[in-house]
């Protein structure tokens, strides 16, 4: 069965540093898809990022970058030089190949961990 | 506004009534899920639909509560005889999978607040 650990529930920074958000899952599927979404205190969800389970090159998008490793189950994400907007819940979530393996099934939500970013 | 759309945004109820809600999802998107959300929790799977299929539906999910998605379009939550226990934010979110090279992101609705009094 599909499952998504996020081990810290809390993270409290202060702004411009460094914080990585850590996730582990687990599957015995080889095709699967990870996510990260952000909760902000608005409450809607808004998505991060989608890999697939092939692609484990690590992403950089602005201040956010990805680390996947696949040998220990794990899609961390890191936010440099942090900011009170990046203030929120973060969940990771993990989705297996549908049944035509090209295509995600259920996903499946992590607990989340709230980040506080204090000015 | 061509995002995921709930309704309504919340509904206050007694105990033992029933509620329903409706998601209409982004045109043209053909999976449609649905998620119960507490307070300091993750989202957590309720069913999914691909077109008007039911393709699964949680074990967790009491006979009391049952989705449709009759035209492939929009969707309906209804939860039979609420308990103080449902209360919680619904969540819908749509995808539109263009097959083996789909590129689909989830996208969420604001969500329907259910408060069981």
């Known amino acids: 069965a599909q499952k998504v650990t996020q081990a810290q529930t809390e993270i409290s920074v202060v702004e411009k540093e460094d914080v990585t958000l850590d996730c582990v899952y687990e599957t015995r599927d080889t095709t699967y898809y990870l996510f990260w979404y952000k909760q902000p205190p608005s409450g809607e969800l808004v998505f991060l990022i989608r890999?697939?389970?092939?692609?484990?090159q690590n992403e950089i998008s602005g201040r956010y970058s990805w680390n996947f490793q696949k040998s220990t189950s794990s899609f961390n994400f890191t936010i440099t030089a942090s900011q009170v907007v990046d203030s929120a819940v973060y969940f990771c979530?993990?989705?297996?190949?549908?049944?035509?393996?090209?295509?995600?099934?259920?996903?499946?939500f992590g607990p989340g961990t709230s980040l506080s970013v204090i000015p | 506004d061509t995002g995921v759309s709930q309704n309504p945004r919340h509904k206050i109820t007694k105990r033992g009534q029933n509620v329903t809600f409706r998601c209409d999802p982004i045109s043209e998107h053909n999976r449609l899920y649905w998620y119960r959300q507490t307070l300091g929790q993750g989202p957590e799977f309720l069913t999914y639909f691909q077109n008007e299929a039911q393709l699964e539906k949680s074990r967790l999910l009491s006979d009391r509560f049952s989705a449709e998605r009759p035209k492939g379009s929009f969707s309906t939550l209804e939860i039979q005889r609420t308990e103080q226990g449902d209360s919680a934010m619904y969540l819908c979110a749509s995808v539109g999978l263009a097959g083996a090279l789909d590129t689909g992101e989830l996208f969420f609705g604001e969500g329907s607040r259910l408060t069981v009094l």
């Open positions: 890999r697939n389970s092939f692609d484990e």
């Open positions: 979530a993990l989705s297996e190949g549908g049944p035509m393996k090209t295509s995600y099934d259920k996903v499946i």
